[in-house]
Each structure stands twice: as C-alpha cells, then as structure tokens.
C-alpha cells in the first residue's frame, strides 16, 4: 500500500468514525486468558534479550565474575588516571548485564505474576545486586576523600575517562552525603528488602485480593478485576458505572489497614535513607541528586492550586454535554460526547499513531515503526498480566513496551505515550554511553506526553466533524487533566503521607482515608457545587502504585507542561525547535535534568510553563464550548 493510499485510507475512517458504534470494532479480551494461549504476534519478543533461560543464567555467572573481580583491582585504583579507568569500565560491564539480566526477569514477572519462577529469578538477581551494591561501599568514600583539583584532572589525562565525568561531579556535589565505607555497606545490605512493600502492594492489589462480582444493568455479571473495572466505568449507564466503582472501592476497605501498613513501612523506609544520608527531610533526598531545588516541587502544587477553575469549567461543561443535574465522581472517566463511544482495532490505532509522529521526521517514524514489526510490544492483557503499561529500555537491546490495550481512544493515547518513553531510551542509548544514557525520572514524561500532543494535534487537524472533534478534545482533555491536576493531587497526598512520618506518626487508615477524600473534594470542587464527591472514593489511595516509588508522581505533571511547550514550539515550526528537542531525547543523563529541558526551551524553575499549560487547557475547554454551541444549534446535541 503506497503512503498516499495509507493517508487515503486514514482520512475514510476518521470520516466514519461518527457512524460507527462501538460494536462495530473488533477488539480481543484476553484478560482471563492465561498467557501462554495468547497468540504470539501480540506478545513481546522477550528472547531478544536472552533466546533461552540458560543463557539468562550463564550472564548472570558471568556478572558475578565480574563482581569478583573488583576486590581485586580496588586497592589502589584512584592513584592513577589509568587505574581509574579499568575500575569504571569493569562497573560499566557489570551495569550492562545487570541490566539486561534484570529487564528479562521484571518482564517475564509483569506478563505473568502468578507464575512464582520469575520472581525467584528477581530475587537471585537481587541478592547479587545487593552483594554488589556493598562492595561498592568504597568507590564515593575514595572519591571525595581525592584532592578535588588532582581528581578532575585525571580527566585531561586519561580522554577515555570523559564518560564518567559527569558521574563524578555529581558525587562531588554530593559530598556531604556520602556515608565512610563501613556504613555504606551496612546501609547497601538493606536492599535485600527495600523492595518488599512496593512487591507486597501490588501482589495484594493484583493476585490475592478476591475480585467482586456484579451483574450490570443488562443482566450481564462481571468479574471486576482491574481490566474490567477499568473499562466499565467509562459505561454510559450511570448505575453501572457507579455500582462499578462503588463495588470496587468497597472492596478495598476491607483490606485497607494492610494496605495502609504496607504503605506506613514504606514512607519510613524512605525517611530512613533521609535520616542516614543527612538531609532534611524526604523530599530534599529524592530531588537533591538530580539538583532539582525543592521550591520546584512545592510551586507545582501551588501554581495548580490556583489554577483549579479550568478543571471546575471542565467538569461543569461534561455536566452539560451529559445531562445530568449533578457530577458525581464516578461521572469523571465517562466519554461525556455520549454519540461517539469509538474502539480503534490494534492495526487502526498503530497506523494513526504512526502517522501523528510525521513531525518528529522519518527516521524516528522508522523506527516506532520497527518497534511495531520486530515485536517489541506485549498489547493486550492476559491472566495474571501486571495492570498498566510501562516502557523498559535494554541499552545494548531495544526497549520493551508493555500495553493493556482495549481499543479504547485513551489506549491509543497510552500507545503513543509509551513508544515516546521507547524512543528517548533508544535515541539516549544509541548516543550517549552507557554511563550517560539513563535520563532521570524528571524528564521521563516529556517525551511521552509530547507523543500524546502530536496525536491530538493529527486528529483534530485531520477530522472536520464537530461531533468527533469535541470528543477527541473530550478525550485529550481528560488525558491532561489526569496527568496534571490529578497526578499533582497525588503529590500534595505524597507530601502529605511523608511530613506525617517525618514528624513522628503513622500513618493509619482514618488518616489517610480523611486525607485523601479531603484532597479530591478540594481539587474537583465539592465544597463549591462542582462535583459531588462520595465517601467511597477515600481509600482509593490503597490502589495507586506509584505511592511505593518515592516522590515519582509530580513528574508525570512537570513532564506534560514542558511537553505541551516544546511540542508547541514544534508544531509551530519554530527554527531550530525540532533540533533542540531532538537533542533532548539525545542528552539521555549527561547533564542535570532542568539544564537539559533549558536548553530545548523550556525554564521549569519558574511557574510561568505551569501557568501556561493550565491557560492552555482553559483555551481547548473555551474550544468545547463553542463546538457545543454549533452543534447544538444544528440540533446533533
């Protein structure tokens, strides 16, 4: 099929898109399926790392070899230029394979959680990190123990070193909190643990918590897991999607005080590490590597703060466009353009993600592409499959994308999303050493969300319909109001969670039930008639993930407002933007992350990009207005 004809074939079916019902789209469910019935070409490529397990378990010998041999070479190994090198390249090697080995094992467990051999094989390699973790107790306390001047000279001497410089100054500039080698390694040991929580949260929310049953309005009973909760309260039928999620939430409760427990051992755990590393609190120990000035974080959650009535116009608008005399909660994730309830086969959906990327030019479209063809991505959900999606780079493999897809507009969303986070790990890795190819977690979200701006940007410049556009801006705007206002919420919550423990308490489930209801009643305006928001809802932070990574939230909001200003200045053919944020993707780690954004154009140390995002979301809301004002003039509303 010639280019043309694919474009051809595109424009037909976003014309059609608004006759066509739901029932129409073919979309598999494989959710109760166990994995090894789902058919091949939908399941990622996992030999591509290792053909076989064997292999997997010669790396790891291999690596611990390796490990071995670092008690060998150590003494003395800051004396010399020369010595310097052969310690960094031997940790270089090993990183490598700790990383491939551990990408295979993270994979495997995600597609499969029941099946218990993986996390063996997780817990074989975590014990060897851990050993390997406290032999490096002393390579920090060498460093700044140097004279500064004699150390950063080596790197004028040895030009092989120039990898590692970056790394360097970063420790330096961590000097103060760099522990003498004998209590680096009791502390190192610790990680034979400090994953537990994290893996205890999601085997309790993902395996071992009795899933509900309810018999929706048709007659039909359900199993809600998450797949099938997730979906469902997108219904249409306001008593399902309300039994739905009050079924779901209600059946948390009763497991909310091991959840809070898990959640308790977790805030301590990182106030531990906060308290044995001398900063002032959690938030400073997490943000201080990456020298992101806390006041960043504190002026997000500020600026949105006083930037709510956009949401409140929103959600009065879906009000509107619902008929409904009152926004409950469990009205939020409804499609509020009720005509148009649209699923997207998977060849439907690859083809418009490929074409909403032509901007970014054709060899990264190539690539993505080939992302599509080799099977770099696991799509539909399956028995036991982890819930979300995520990307997972492998340096010297290619990334790994992991889907949930149901067809859904929002699964396509997070289709373009993940291969954005895939395409910044490819583009860091193919540029960058492998010492320099990790970006930070602050600028993981860039890249993606900018993806999901291109793919909004393709469809409303490509649709003409008013019905479809206002629910494509529908869409987008549920998708931006997710990931800012309700991704900022999470971190005010976080926030929350860590000044309770840093100042003494636990954390109990009355507490974070009053918390947590009290944030969502403030940001969706229930104090103010917005939208009414039921005690239900409180203990649904017993089932968001991300809680267990450690100030990890914020950055899914930072990421979409510098995304939303970068790929503005893109789309807008700005001279040399394209350039600059290609560079971007390219930098990996070599540089601190707001120096990084900076220089593609986007200054995160200041409010205005946050102001500008939620004016910009208040724009596309004015856009829906009058989309709605047209159609219903001519009567289709």
């Known amino acids: ?82 010595n310097m090198l ?84 970063q420790i330096l500039r961590s000097k103060k909190h760099i522990l003498p080698e004998d209590k680096q390694k009791i502390v190192a040991m610790t990680g034979l643990f400090s994953g537990t929580m994290q893996d205890a949260a999601s ?85 201080y590597d990456e020298a992101i000035d806390t006041m960043v974080y504190i002026q997000l959650i500020s600026t949105t703060r006083q930037n709510l009535a956009p949401l409140h116009r929103l959600i009065k608008l879906k009000q509107e466009l619902l008929g409904i005399d009152k926004m409950r909660y469990e009205d939020i994730y409804v499609s509020s353009v009720k005509e148009i309830d649209r699923r997207y086969p998977y060849d439907e959906g690859r083809e418009i993600v490929l074409a909403s990327m032509k901007p970014l030019g054709t060899d990264y479209v190539s690539v993505v592409r080939k992302a599509f063809n080799d099977r770099w991505i696991d799509m ?36 373009t999303h993940e291969l954005g986070h895939a395409m910044h790990s490819y583009l860091s ?58 991704q900022v919420m999470f971190a005010e919550f976080e926030l929350a969670m860590h000044r309770r423990v840093e100042g003494g308490n636990s954390l109990t489930p009355d507490w974070l039930n009053k918390t947590y209801l009290d944030l969502v009643r403030y940001y969706y305006g229930h104090d103010k008639g917005v939208m009414q928001v039921d005690d239900y809802i409180q203990n649904e932070w017993s089932g968001i993930p991300h809680f267990y990574l450690n100030y990890y939230v914020f950055q899914y909001s930072t990421g979409i407002i510098a995304s939303m200003a970068l790929s503005d200045k893109v789309l807008a053919g700005e001279p040399g933007a394209l350039e600059k944020y290609m560079n971007m993707l390219k930098a990996g780690g070599s540089a601190y992350s707001l120096d990084i954004v900076k220089a593609a154009g986007v200054d995160m140390t200041t409010s205005a990009p946050t102001e500008a995002a939620l004016k910009r979301f208040d724009d596309l809301v004015a856009e829906m207005e009058k989309i709605v004002a047209r159609l219903k003039s001519q009567g289709k509303i």
Not at 127 to 147: Q, T
Not at 156 to 167: A, D, G, H, S, V
């Open 86 to 169: 052969v310690m960094f390249d031997l940790l270089n090697s090993i990183n490598l394979k700790a990383n491939r080995l551990g990408s295979y094992a993270n994979h495997q467990n995600a597609s499969e959680l029941s099946n218990s051999h993986y996390r063996i094989l997780q817990g074989e390699l975590q014990s060897i990190l851990v050993d390997y973790g406290s032999k490096l107790a002393f390579k920090n306390d060498d460093l700044v123990k140097m004279d500064e001047k004699d150390l950063l000279g080596y790197f004028k001497k040895e030009p092989k070193l120039k990898p590692y410089r970056f790394t360097v100054e």
């Open 380 to 415: 539909y959900p399956n028995k036991d499959k982890e819930t979300g999606a995520y990307s997972g780079g492998i340096y010297d493999v290619h990334p790994f994308v992991k889907m949930n897809y149901t067809g859904k507009y929002s699964d396509v969303s997070t289709l």
């Open 203 to 287: 085997l309790l929310d993902d395996v071992d918590m009795p899933t509900p049953e309810v018999t929706l309005s048709n007659g039909e009973k359900t199993t809600l897991n998450y797949i099938n909760y997730a979906n469902l309260r997108t219904s249409p039928n306001r008593d399902d999607r309300s039994l739905v999620m009050r079924t779901y939430w209600k059946n948390h409760t009763q497991f909310e005080n091991t959840f809070a427990s898990i959640l308790n051992g977790q805030m301590k755990s990182e106030l531990f590490f906060a308290k044995v590393y001398d900063y002032k609190d959690c938030l400073e120990a997490r943000l």
């Open 429 to 486: 890795s193919k540029n960058q050493h492998y010492a320099d190819a990790h970006y930070t977690t602050f600028m993981a979200e860039i890249a993606s969300t900018f993806n999901e701006n291109l793919l909004v940007d393709y469809v409303l410049k490509n649709e003409k319909d008013d019905l479809l556009k206002l629910f494509i801006i529908d869409s987008y705007l549920d998708e931006v109001r997710a990931t800012i206002y309700r």
């Open 1 to 82: 099929m010639t280019k043309r004809m694919i474009s051809l074939w595109l424009c037909l079916i976003w014309f059609f898109t608004g006759i066509l019902s739901a029932q129409t789209a073919k979309i598999p469910n494989y959710s109760d399926t166990p994995r090894k019935d789902i058919p091949m070409e939908y399941k990622w490529r996992i030999e591509d790392i290792y053909a076989t397990e064997t292999d997997w378990q010669k790396d790891k010998a291999a690596m611990v070899d390796l490990i071995f041999k670092i008690d060998q070479i150590k003494t003395g190994w800051t004396k010399s230029p020369q």
